[in-house]
Every structure is written in C-alpha cells, then in structure tokens.
C-alpha cells in the first residue's frame, strides 16, 4: 500500500490548528481581538453613512453630547427673544394705559400740577411792592391795587435791558411802560422809585431789590407776579434775600389768557409753564 505524501501545512494554519486543540482562553483571545476590532469599525462607518428613513440626510450620532451641546445657543437665544417680547408686550401695554389715563383725567391732573406749581401767600404789609420785569399790563396794575389798599407806601420798579425795538426807538422801553402804567392807575410819582440798571433776568432783580432795602432799611418785600413765575421768583429772591434778614411774599396773579384750569388749552399758557420749568431747573443748578 503506498502511502500519500506528506503535505506541510502553512504556518498560520497550523497556528490556528493549534489554538482551536489547546482551547486556552489566552489563544482564543489572541485571535478574536483583531477580528471584532475590524467588524465594529466596519459597522459604525456604515452606520454614519447609511441614509435616513424618507430623507436624503445623514443619520447622526446618537451619543447624547452630539444631540445636546450644539442645541444649547439655539435654546438660549429663544428663551431670551421670549423675554424681549414679554417685555416688550408689558411696555406697550403699560403705555397704551398711560396714554388712556391722560386722555380721559388730563383736565384735573394738569390743573392739579398747575396749582401745586403756583405760590401764592396770603397778603401781608409790606415796606415795597416790587414789580419785577416783563407783562407790567399783569404786575404793574395789581401792584397799583395792592397800593391803594395800604399793603405798602412804596412800589418799586425795575430798570429792564432794553429790547430791540425799544433800543432804536420804535416803542417806549418797559422801564417807561411801567411807570406810564402805575401813574395812570393813581399811584402818585413820589411812592414810585426806579432800581437796577440793565436788568436781564430774575436774579439781577433780586440783587437789586437786596441793594435797595440795605439803603431804605427794609425788612420786607411783596412781589405780585404771573402764575407761572411764582415758584422761581420765591425761591430766588429767598435764597439771595432771607441771609440779610429780608422776608418775601409772592402774590400771583392771573392773566386774562389763562388759569390754572385751563393753561394747557391756551398757546400763552404752555408757553409761560414750559419756559418756567425749564428756567426753575437751571437756577436749581446755578444759583
């Protein structure tokens, strides 16, 4: 009988022979690693390019920081245009009642600001009657009244700076008009004395008044003026006159163009309210 020639097997096949007879774990561990290393790399390249159900787009990963970390700038610029247009909501509403409240209580809110604005004192002998500069149709008559109840002996009146039409001559200047108006209303000329020079603003009128009652000895001022002046002609002739010991009293006077229950409703009334609070702001800070 002939016997078949020996065949040697390859190496690795003996290899392989030998771990699958041995059935040691270290063998078999040997040899399985590689091959399960190669399946799962194959399988998660498939999986990232394998397409989606109904759609032509990539599936993406499922690991949670994929999904979570590029949605959290998406999740906080919603949130904060949410609040944008809460806010926003709550701004037009508060507005819209705002602009409700003012139309339908306007007329006794404005005539409560306009009484809270005005000062007016309760009248009280005084040793002058000063009548400041500008509207002497309104304070030149009323000091004339007071007068002539025997509130004071004296009316003093301000030198005012010329404006231009009075200064090329065209109309009389207001020192002039003043003193036409207090000799036509029966003050008699030797009651009447002329302060300042050039007088400008409500400040050089208090300086000047100050200068007059160091000379004359005075001890107190009345000084009648439009509603809206009120305010700053008190405040500023009490922060320049009560250090030297010189009380003042307000008497205001209202103008035939408006009150304080109509001011906002006549163009001479916004305008004489508006130029007061402006002018009662900047003496606040200057003086």
């Not at 001022?221 to 922060?239: G, K, S, V």
């Not at 009560?242 to 001011?263: F, S």
């Not at 004489?272 to 200057?286: D, G, S, V």
Request: proline share 6%.
């Amino acid at each position: 009988m002939l016997k078949s020639p020996l065949v040697r097997a390859p190496r690795f096949a003996r290899r392989e022979t030998a771990c699958e007879l041995t059935g040691t774990k270290s063998a078999r561990k040997f040899w399985a690693l590689p091959l399960l290393k190669s399946q799962t790399l194959k399988s998660e390249i498939a999986f990232a390019h394998a397409p989606a159900s109904g759609s032509s787009a990539a599936v993406q990963p499922s690991s949670p920081s994929a999904r979570e970390f590029p949605q959290a700038p998406i999740l906080k610029s919603q949130i904060l245009k949410s609040e944008i247009h809460r806010r926003l909501l709550w701004s037009l509403g508060i507005a819209f009642l705002v602009i409700v409240a003012l139309n339908v209580f306007h007329a006794p809110l404005l005539s409560a600001l306009a009484r809270a604005w005005v000062v007016d004192e309760p009248l009280q002998k005084a040793d002058p009657i000063v009548v400041l500069g500008g509207r002497p149709d309104l304070r030149a008559v009323e000091a004339a009244r007071l007068y002539h109840q025997g509130i004071a002996p004296h009316i003093l009146y301000i030198d005012v700076k010329l404006s231009p039409s009075a200064a090329i001559g065209i109309i009389p200047s207001e020192r002039e008009q003043t003193h036409r108006l207090l000799l036509s209303n029966n003050v008699p000329e030797g009651a009447l004395d002329a302060i300042g020079h050039d007088v400008s603003s409500t400040y050089e009128e208090s300086r000047a008044v100050q200068a007059w009652a160091e000379r004359a000895g005075a001890k107190s001022i009345l000084i009648p003026t439009d509603l809206a002046h009120t305010r700053r002609a008190r405040w500023i002739f009490r922060h320049e006159l009560a250090p030297a010991g010189l009380q003042v009293h307000i008497r205001a006077v209202a103008a035939k163009e408006y009150g304080t229950r109509d001011w906002w409703r006549h163009e001479e009334g916004l305008i004489a309210f508006q130029n007061e609070w402006i002018k009662t702001l900047y003496y606040w800070c200057k003086y």
